[in-house]
Nanobody, 115 residues
């Protein structure tokens, strides 16, 4: 499985961004897809995840109500719509997919929120 994240950039507080993670290669038997992020000087943290069938969507408390995770089957992407952004959301955002006990990671996309 190969993952390519895009959509990051610089946005002002209160703004919005939409991240996309293109999933290619073997996509059979994937269990779930997720977004993580790593802020400056911080450990990587969980942001949101979605089951492969799209029925289950989960969010960390810090983004619940502001971010929406989704899958686009036509484009083979995992998307993250981010709204009401704050400087605390500044981080490199990574997508991953799970197959059994294996995790595949994308390269990350930088999101910077200015105050």
């Amino acid at each position: 499985v190969q993952l390519q994240a895009s959509g990051g950039g610089l946005v002002q507080t209160g703004g919005s961004l939409r991240l996309a993670c293109e999933v290619s290669g073997r996509t059979d038997n994937l269990n779930a897809l997720a977004w993580f992020r790593q802020g400056p000087g911080k450990a990587r943290e969980y942001v949101s995840s979605i089951t492969w069938d799209g029925d289950g969507r989960y969010y960390s408390d810090s983004v619940k109500g502001r971010f929406i995770i989704s899958r686009d089957d036509a484009k083979n992407t995992l998307d993250l719509q981010m709204s009401s952004l704050t400087p605390e959301d500044t981080a490199i955002y990574y997508c991953n997919v799970q197959r059994g006990n294996l995790l595949y990671w994308g390269q990350g996309t930088q999101v910077t929120v200015s105050s």
